[in-house]
């Protein structure tokens, strides 16, 4: 599902069944500089957190990504969405707050360059993670840094030709399941290995100490814009994607 048009709005509420996740991505490029209509859709401690950045680019960008969040939350949830109260976990992962919990709607969302992307299920946690390829990172040294043992094999394996298409591949799924996950970066890293292969919809490898938590997991790629990676971490199998 693709929002690029600035007049965007959902007129009737969208079914999300238990087993579809719906991933939907959203072209800032073209609906970003509608910030005035956007922010009407927010709420007040939104629009303070859109009024501290710093470049009018990044404010535009937030602002018209978190008003379309509300948008299609609004729909699945048959609420208003200027209504909608988050809450924020103590890593700051947001949720819609206890007066959803029988919609039992989960999401999470990613920026990156010109594209956001919004994934959306019913009772299953998830993590989203879109990134931009840049070839001017010191991807030896990241991954170094970031990468457990076997994907830093993985990746001295890859072709050359194909190294930083597998460096993003690696990041954004190792990405997802942090974000699935909502602990952020106080799970360790090197605590758990992902396939570096292209497409690869079974990506989630092993997790240590309990190796059992892999299995709790489905990690996979999704397709995106040409020159970025994206990847998909949801709790459980057998979920069909809608995008
Ligand atoms: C939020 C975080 C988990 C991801 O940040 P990021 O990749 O820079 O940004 P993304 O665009 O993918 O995600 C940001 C969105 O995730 C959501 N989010 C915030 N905290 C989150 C958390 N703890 N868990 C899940 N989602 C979170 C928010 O909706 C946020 O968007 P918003 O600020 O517009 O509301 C970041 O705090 C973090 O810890 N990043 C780790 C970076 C790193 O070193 N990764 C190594 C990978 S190998």
């Not at 710093?54 to 048959?78: I, K, M």
Request: hydrophobic share 35%; glycine share 4%.
């Amino acid at each position: 599902m693709n929002i690029s048009d600035p007049s965007f709005r959902l007129e009737k509420q969208i079914k999300l069944p238990e087993d579809e996740v719906h991933l939907w991505r959203v072209d800032l490029a073209r609906v970003a500089h509608e910030e005035e209509k956007w922010k009407q859709v927010l709420s007040e401690d939104e629009r303070k957190r859109a009024a501290r950045f710093h470049f009018a680019r990044d404010c535009q960008n937030f602002t018209a990504t978190r008003a379309l969040l509300r948008t299609v939350l609004g729909s699945y949830t048959a609420c208003d969405p200027s209504h909608l109260v988050f809450c924020y976990s103590d890593k700051e992962k947001p949720s819609l707050s206890p007066d959803h919990l029988g919609d039992r709607i989960e999401f999470n969302v990613s920026h990156s360059g010109t594209i956001a992307l919004l994934a959306f299920s019913r009772g299953r946690m998830l993590g989203v993670d879109v990134e931009q390829i840049r070839e001017d990172l010191e991807h030896e040294a990241l991954a170094r840094r970031f990468f457990s043992p076997h994907e830093q094999q993985q990746l001295a394996a890859a072709p050359e030709n194909d190294r930083i298409h597998a460096f993003f591949r690696c990041w954004t799924r190792k990405e997802a399941y942090i974000k699935a996950t909502g602990i952020g970066l106080s799970l360790p890293l090197r605590d758990f290995d992902v396939s570096l292969v292209p497409g690869d919809e079974n990506a989630m490898l092993s997790t240590r100490p309990d190796a059992r938590e892999a299995a709790r997991w489905s990690l996979r790629e999704v397709p995106t814009d040409e020159g970025y990676v994206a990847a998909l971490c949801v709790e459980g199998h057998g979920w069909r994607l809608q995008s």
